[in-house]
């Protein structure tokens, strides 16, 4: 799907989202896991992890493995092709107690946040999805208020044992 977007300085490029409801059979040849990896890990920031835990998380969301895969959304400027952002959800692989989907990254290049990219690929993974959604987020994260606007309601506290 192809938007415009206005830029920071008032004139209008596009954006074209591509959605992949990935498993091991239709991806592999068709995704640069590095390029992807790379983005998440340069624009998340402080909000990211490694790499070798974004490429794990990718992995997942290809199917590697015999896992049970899952969504990948990316935006590309029209014109000349650059990543603009990148969402990687993951099948549970359950439902009920334990949520259908985990949106386990999002980011939008940060050169253009702030002009509605990452609201149109949080809308193409919320439609391309079957079940509900869980996702972490920070309380200070700038996102948390577009989770919110977008219906995402936090239902627990989460606490870890970092072993």
């Known amino acids: 799907m192809t938007l415009p977007f206005p ?23 068709t995704i640069d896991k590095t390029e992807i990896v790379n983005f998440l890990h340069r624009h998340l920031e402080q909000y990211g992890d490694p790499e070798e835990d974004i490429a794990g998380a990718l992995a997942y969301c290809m199917g590697e493995n015999h896992k049970p895969g899952g969504l990948l959304i990316t935006a590309r400027q029209k014109s000349t092709q650059e990543l603009a952002g990148v969402c990687i959800i993951n099948k549970t692989g359950m439902s009920g107690y334990i949520p259908e989907n985990i949106l386990v990254y999002i980011a939008t290049d940060s050169r253009l946040r702030g002009q509605g990219i990452g609201k149109k690929i949080m809308q193409e993974a919320i439609s391309h999805t079957e079940g509900d959604i869980a996702l972490h987020c920070e309380p200070d994260n700038p996102a948390f208020h577009l989770y919110d606007k977008l219906g995402f309601r936090s239902k627990y506290l989460e606490m870890r044992l970092k072993k």
């Open 7 to 29: 830029s920071r300085d008032k004139k209008t490029f596009m954006i074209e989202t591509h959605t992949f409801e990935t498993n091991r059979e239709n991806t592999e040849s």
